[in-house]
């Protein structure tokens, strides 16, 4: 059984019930990640999980040089901070390099690897230090016993509240593959895992200058994960994925978000009641 990371009211692993991270890709702008925020914690309320707020203050690793990538950290922080507060929701934001560390980890509860940076060690250790959460994306490079690699730079720094997420691997061009046996074996490590469902059905690249994606899949990967026993499920949501400014055609939307949490609940509870996720 994985150990139990806290983060907020959230609880990962330990066999505890799923929780969800979620919001959209990148904040466009406030009252929109304000809306978002509301809805999802309402849902969530109402189904009793844990909720973790994301959205991303910079995107650093866009397709094309004149993609939207966020409103930059102090903004995106600040605004990061009013979720907070106002709703009293944990927060994760992706980090892309060590001097964002600090003024991260003053408002993050969770600071984000991504997956492209999963193997950068001086991130990972100054990550490590911060004393926050880290949640590790694994590389779509990255078999999934080389994130004992990650987790053991993280751990050396004495921290061990570590999420690991899967994404999909990388499968020919602008393509990607998840394959099942991933949970069970970065759950070897200890570490709750997590599932990056609307980023698996991204097609990187896909559209030229963007990332396309196939949004109908989520519902069908996300069951499929829930059923191989994670600690919890990520997706990027949106009033309007079609007029997003970035990651729409991967995103949920927001309205479909309550059915297709009662779905996966339901195999969440009964995998985890009959302790299927409890035999490693």
Known sequence: MTREV????????GGRPLVLIAGPCVIEEE?????????????????????????SFDKANRTSV????????AEGLRILARVKAEFGLPVVSDIHDIAQIAPAAEVLDILQIPAFLSRQTDLL?????????????????LAPWDM???????????????????RGASFGYNNLVVDMRSFPIMRETGCPVVFDATHSV?????????????????????????????????????????????????????????????????????VKNRGVICNE
Not at 34 to 51: K, M, N, P, S
Not at 148 to 166: P, Q
Not at 216 to 231: E, K, M, P, W
């Open 6 to 13: 806290a983060v907020g009211s959230a609880v990962f692993g």
């Open 31 to 55: 009252a929109l990640t304000l809306r978002i925020a509301e809805q999802l914690r309402r849902v969530t309320g109402d189904l009793g999980i844990g909720l973790v707020f994301k959205a």
């Open 66 to 73: 004149d993609a939207f990538r966020g409103q930059g950290i």
């Open 125 to 141: 250790i100054a990550a490590g230090r911060s004393g926050r959460t880290v949640n590790v994306k694994k590389g779509q490079f």
């Open 148 to 166: 004992r690699n990650a987790v053991g730079k993280i751990e050396a720094t004495g921290n061990s509240n570590i999420l690991l997420t899967e």
């Open 202 to 270: 991204q097609l990187p690249g896909g559209a030229g200058t963007s990332s396309g994606g196939q949004r109908q899949y989520v519902g069908a990967l996300s069951r499929a994960a829930v059923a191989a026993g994670i600690d919890g499920l990520f997706w990027e949501v949106h009033e309007d994925p079609d007029q997003a400014l970035c990651d729409g055609p991967n995103s949920l939307y927001l309205k479909d978000v309550k059915g297709m949490l009662e779905e996966v609940l339901a195999i969440d509870r009964i």
